[in-house]
C-alpha cells in the first residue's frame, strides 16, 4: 500500500469518527426540567418539546421531536389533602412489594380504555420505591401506545411517570418507544425529589 493510500485512509477513519462521535455528543444533549409547585426536576432530551395537556393533575408534557419516532413523557401528580400526614417509611413499605400484572392492570385500567399491562415490578424513582408498569394501549381507531409507568408517592401526593412511543399499530408504538428507551431510562434515573 502506497503511502498515499495509507494517509487517505487514517484521514477518512478520523473524519469517520468525528462524525461518530458529534452524533454521539447530540445524541447525548440534556435539558433540565424542574417544578418548583411540587418540588421535582429530571432531565430530557434536548430535541424534545414541551406539548399542552388538557388531563388533570398533568404537570408536565414533553414529546419527541416531529421529524423521528413519536414518544412522549408526563409526570402527574395528584394530592390526597387528607393524607398530607402520612408517614413515607409506611408509604415506602407499599411500594418495595411487587405489584402483579393483575394488580397493576386494576389500578391502571380506566373504563372504555383499551389498556393492557404486558410486565409489572418494582422500581425507584428518585429516592422513592416504585411500582412500575409495562402497557399497550389503544387510544382510537389507529392510535397506539406502547411504554411504562413508574407510580409512588409521598405524603398527600400520588406520583405517575408514564414514557411512551406512539404509532399507527401496536408493533410500531412498540418499535418507538424502543428507539427513545434509553433516553427514557437516562430520564428516569435523573428525576429527583427536592423533598
Not at 128 to 151: C, K, N, S, W
Not at 165 to 180: C, L, M
Amino acid at each position: 500500500m502506497s503511502s498515499l493510500h495509507y494517509l487517505l485512509r487514517i484521514c477518512l477513519a478520523m473524519w469517520l469518527v468525528a462524525v461518530w462521535m458529534g452524533n454521539v455528543a447530540a445524541a447525548e444533549k440534556t435539558a433540565r426540567y424542574s417544578n418548583s409547585q411540587y418540588g421535582f426536576s429530571f432531565q430530557y432530551p434536548a430535541t424534545w418539546v414541551f406539548a399542552h395537556s388538557a388531563v388533570r393533575n398533568m404537570r408536565v408534557k414533553i414529546v419527541a421531536p416531529g421529524n423521528g419516532p413519536a414518544a412522549e413523557c408526563a409526570v402527574i401528580v395528584k394530592e390526597y389533602p387528607h393524607a398530607v400526614n402520612a408517614k413515607q417509611s409506611e408509604i415506602d413499605q407499599i411500594f418495595l412489594e411487587p405489584p402483579t400484572v393483575a394488580e397493576m392492570q386494576e389500578v391502571l385500567g380506566q373504563e372504555g380504555e383499551q389498556l393492557q399491562v404486558t410486565a409489572a415490578s418494582t422500581g425507584r424513582l428518585g429516592s422513592r420505591p416504585t411500582h412500575v408498569a409495562r402497557y399497550r394501549m389503544r387510544l382510537g381507531f389507529d392510535e397506539y401506545l406502547a411504554g411504562q409507568i413508574v407510580m409512588t408517592a409521598t405524603p398527600g401526593l400520588t406520583w405517575s411517570l408514564s414514557c411512551s412511543g406512539k404509532g399507527d399499530s401496536p408493533q410500531q408504538a412498540e418499535k418507538n418507544y424502543q428507539v427513545w428507551q434509553r433516553s427514557v431510562e437516562a430520564l428516569l434515573a435523573s428525576f429527583r425529589f427536592a423533598k
